[in-house]
C-alpha cells in the first residue's frame, strides 16, 4: 500500500458552480481549482497515530504525514485507548510507538473501582486516575494508568487568526 504524498498543503478554493455548468467550457482554471479541492477533501480529516502516555505526560500537536501541515490544538481532538492500569517503567518516553514496559505494581490496593482518562483540549495535557477498593474499605486513587493516543486532526480550510475574515 503506497502512501498518500503532497508537495504542498493543499486549501480549499470556491468554485462559482456556473464555472462548471452544462454548455459551460471547462476552463484549465476551474479543473486546477476542482483538483485542489479534491486534494484538501482527501487530507481534511486525518487519523494520526500519538503513542503511549502517562499521566501528566503532553501529546503535542501532530504535523500531517501527507504534506508537513503543522496542526494547533483547536484542530486535534485526540482519542485516548486505556491500555494499563499500571504507570509504566522508569525508562519510559512519551510518546514512543511501542508498549512500553510496566511498573511492577499498582499504587493502590484492592479491586480497580473506577479509572478517569482525560487529554486537556487545550493543551494536550493527560490526566488518568485509577482508583482502588478493598472491600470493607475505603477507596484509593492514584494517578496510575498508561493510554495508547490517536489524534482526529480536523485542518481549517483557512488559516486565519480567529475573528479575521476574508473576501
Do not use: H
Not at 503506497?2 to 498543503?9: N, R
Not at 494508568?145 to 488559516?159: A, D, F, I, M, P
Amino acid at each position: 500500500m503506497s502512501q498518500l504524498l503532497l508537495s504542498a498543503i493543499p486549501g480549499f478554493v470556491d468554485v462559482p458552480d456556473s464555472s462548471i455548468s452544462a454548455n459551460q467550457p471547462l476552463t484549465d482554471y476551474s479543473m486546477i481549482k476542482i483538483s485542489q479541492n479534491a486534494k484538501f477533501a482527501a487530507v481534511r480529516p486525518e487519523v494520526i497515530y500519538m503513542g503511549f502516555y502517562a499521566n501528566g505526560n503532553t501529546v503535542p500537536v501532530p504535523a500531517s504525514p501527507v504534506d508537513g501541515y503543522q496542526y494547533s490544538y483547536p484542530e486535534c481532538l485526540f482519542i485516548p485507548v486505556f491500555v494499563s492500569s499500571r504507570a509504566p517503567a522508569p525508562g519510559f518516553t512519551p510518546g514512543q510507538a511501542t508498549f512500553p514496559a510496566l511498573s511492577n505494581s499498582n499504587s493502590g490496593a484492592g479491586q480497580i473501582y473506577r479509572w478517569v482518562v482525560d487529554i486537556n483540549d487545550a493543551n494536550g495535557l493527560v490526566t488518568t486516575v485509577v482508583s482502588y477498593y478493598v472491600g470493607g474499605g475505603a477507596e484509593t486513587p492514584t494517578n496510575d494508568g498508561t493510554v495508547k493516543v490517536y489524534c482526529l486532526s480536523t485542518r481549517s480550510s483557512v488559516n486565519l487568526p480567529l475573528g479575521v475574515l476574508s473576501d
